[in-house]
């Protein structure tokens, strides 16, 4: 795959999530990666780590800071010719017991941002009648979930549902859209979700592991930057409104093995 000459947006592209993951697979095959951030100085860190980076901050929340942001990439580079909505928060805690503003948040962040960064280069490409892609990071969680994570596989869901929806309305403008659905991805930032989750997280994912995937490996970010890659890319021209689930497996296993192999 060779990605020169194009210009792609990943918005949270900081941190060591999935977002760099994607950011560092795309400028390892010759993207001008556009990496935002919601403040400036954390973009600015963030792209000195990749070549031919260009880092913006918006509040993808804030319909008039995203109208910036694309104004101000189209002064830097020209032309979108990707998006990678990968900007998101999670939530722990039980829907009975969450307060409306907890929610909100949420729902603000992971699908109304998604939703307006979207419109805003879909608008783009149309009036520069140019084709394009998106890949939506959406989330294992919209297969199979657990306690405390509805709130959360609710918004992934409706991440799913906008990307169908929108494949089949901007189509026929060759525009295609597309989702990737990682599992437990191993970053350290993920390990601080799981103290809500257990007392020992590096044990927990040690059996998770072993105990609830097919493949006995962890989910790396690049692992997943790779999936985006192909999405992005020609050699895929064919796919939209799909998700690929970057999860080794888990939502295969019916039950635990620890379970369905005793002896």
């Not at 020992?200 to 059996?207: I, L, N, Q, R, S």
């Amino acid at each position: 795959m060779d990605f020169k000459g194009k210009n792609i947006l990943v918005t949270g592209g900081g941190g060591v999530g999935v977002g760099a993951g994607v950011c560092a697979v795309l400028s390892r095959l010759g993207a001008t990666v556009i990496l935002n951030e919601l403040r400036l100085e954390d973009a600015i860190t963030a792209a000195k780590k990749y070549p031919d980076t260009i880092p913006v901050a918006a509040d993808i929340r804030k319909e008039e800071e995203i109208t910036a942001m694309f104004a101000d990439i189209k002064d830097k580079v020209g032309i979108l010719h990707g998006l990678v909505n990968n900007a998101g928060i999670g939530l722990s805690k039980l829907s009975h017991e969450a307060t409306e503003s907890e929610f909100m948040r949420l729902y603000d962040t992971d699908i109304k941002g998604v939703w307006q960064v979207s419109k805003a280069f879909v608008n783009q490409l149309l009036a520069a009648k140019q084709p394009g892609n998106i890949v939506n990071i959406s989330s294992v969680h919209t297969y199979a979930t657990i306690a405390k994570y509805a709130l959360y596989a609710s918004c992934k869901s409706a991440v799913e549902g906008l990307t169908k929806g929108m494949a089949v309305e901007v189509g026929p403008h060759n525009i295609r859209v597309n989702a990737v659905a990682p599992g437990y991805v191993h970053a350290e930032q993920n390990y601080e979700l799981l103290r809500s989750l257990t007392a020992d997280p590096h044990k927990w994912v040690e059996e998770v592991k072993t105990d609830h995937q097919a493949l006995f490996n962890e989910v790396e970010p690049e692992d997943c930057g790779n999936v985006v890659a192909f999405l992005l890319s020609d050699l895929s021209k064919a796919v939209t409104g799909q998700t690929i689930y970057t999860d080794n497996g888990s939502i295969h296993l019916l039950y635990n093995r620890s379970f369905t192999e005793k002896k």
